[in-house]
């Protein structure tokens, strides 16, 4: 798989998204590489930790454009897509090991998602984040609906899915989406720092602490996610997401 690329660097297993040239937008590939990678790398006995980021500028611009237009049309690859947002939501959540989300860059849509669902999150000091499913027409299904609300509570959550906005590093970190934003040539540095430490912790008790809190997100996943996405699946397809989508290529067309 060349979309998504593991490398080990002693035990912390650095992800990355290897789509540089696109932002790190999801192909097919990487769409599916996310829901087997988390398992893939736990089985792994000598990590301990995982910093998941972005090749070049971005950390993700979330869905593209001809994954877009195919699902509109595509019944049976718009399962598949529905399917795969649960795999990829599920296995982070339940991942045993920590995962760092390391922002280089832009996290939007589901690369919001990502960052918000990892464990700890460093943010370059340009970066941003930002959930705009709903100005193209669809329900933030894949990790938004669910994970804001209990990070920001609901009134913020509402006003971020909502509109959509960018939510710059230092905003994140006052909102307490990001832990810590770093300098952009740092960020890198500072992740496996931080991976190191954690490796060096005792590794069941860090596991069963992380297991621990994220009943919070379990009772989400369990209660929240499954209507969300059967939400988003139902906007696939919507007129509304339709027209967007044709607003955002025809603008694209006149650059």
Same mark, same amino acid.
């Given at each position: 798989?060349?979309? *998504?690329?593991?490398?080990?660097?002693?035990?912390?297993?650095? &992800?990355?998204?290897?789509?540089?040239?696109?932002?790190? #937008?999801? =192909?097919?590939?990487?769409?599916?590489?996310?829901?087997?990678?988390?398992?893939?790398?736990?089985?792994?006995?000598?990590?301990?930790?995982?910093?998941?980021?972005?090749?070049?500028?971005?950390? =993700? /611009?979330? $869905?593209?454009?001809?994954?877009?237009?195919?699902?509109?049309?595509?019944?049976?690859?718009?399962?598949?897509?529905?399917?795969?947002?649960? $795999?990829?939501?599920?296995?982070?959540?339940?991942?045993?090991?920590?995962?760092?989300?390391?922002?280089?860059?832009?996290?939007?849509?589901? $690369?919001? =998602? *990502?960052?918000?669902?990892?464990?700890?999150?460093?943010?370059?000091?340009?970066?941003?984040?930002?959930?705009?499913? &709903?100005?193209?027409?669809?329900? /933030?299904?894949?990790?938004?609906?669910?994970?804001?609300?209990?990070?920001?509570?609901?009134?913020?959550?509402?006003?971020?899915?909502?509109?959509?906005?960018?939510?710059?590093?230092?905003? /994140?970190?006052?909102?307490?989406?990001?832990?810590?934003? &770093?300098?952009?040539?740092?960020?890198?540095?500072?992740?496996?720092? *931080?991976?190191?430490?954690?490796? #060096?912790?005792?590794?069941?008790?860090?596991?069963?602490?992380?297991? /621990?809190?994220?009943?919070?997100?379990?009772? #989400?996943?369990?209660?929240?996610?499954?209507?969300? *996405?059967?939400?988003?699946?139902?906007?696939?397809?919507?007129?509304?997401?339709?027209?967007?989508?044709?607003?955002?290529?025809?603008?694209?067309?006149?650059?």
């Amino acid at each position: 798989m060349t979309d *998504l690329v593991v490398t080990a660097v002693g035990p912390v297993r650095l &992800v990355e998204l290897n789509r540089p040239e696109q932002l790190n #937008a999801m =192909s097919e590939e990487l769409h599916t590489g996310l829901t087997s990678v988390w398992d893939e790398v736990c089985a792994d006995p000598e990590a301990r930790v995982i910093v998941l980021t972005g090749r070049g500028r971005a950390f =993700s /611009a979330g $869905g593209n454009l001809d994954t877009m237009n195919r699902v509109q049309h595509d019944g049976d690859f718009r399962e598949r897509q529905v399917d795969e947002a649960r $795999g990829i939501i599920t296995g982070l959540v339940r991942c045993p090991l920590p995962v760092i989300a390391a922002v280089n860059g832009p996290a939007v849509g589901l $690369g919001c =998602s *990502l960052a918000l669902l990892s464990d700890l999150v460093l943010i370059a000091d340009d970066a941003y984040l930002a959930d705009p499913h &709903v100005k193209v027409g669809l329900v /933030a299904g894949d990790g938004g609906a669910f994970v804001l609300p209990l990070l920001v509570g609901l009134t913020r959550a509402k006003e971020l899915l909502f509109l959509g906005d960018r939510v710059s590093a230092e905003d /994140a970190v006052r909102l307490g989406i990001a832990n810590r934003s &770093v300098p952009g040539d740092k960020l890198m540095d500072e992740a496996v720092d *931080l991976a190191v430490r954690l490796a #060096a912790l005792p590794a069941q008790a860090l596991r069963e602490t992380k297991r /621990a809190v994220n009943r919070h997100l379990e009772q #989400a996943l369990d209660t929240v996610m499954e209507p969300a *996405l059967l939400a988003e699946r139902a906007t696939m397809h919507s007129p509304e997401h339709i027209a967007a989508v044709e607003r955002i290529t025809a603008a694209r067309g006149r650059r």
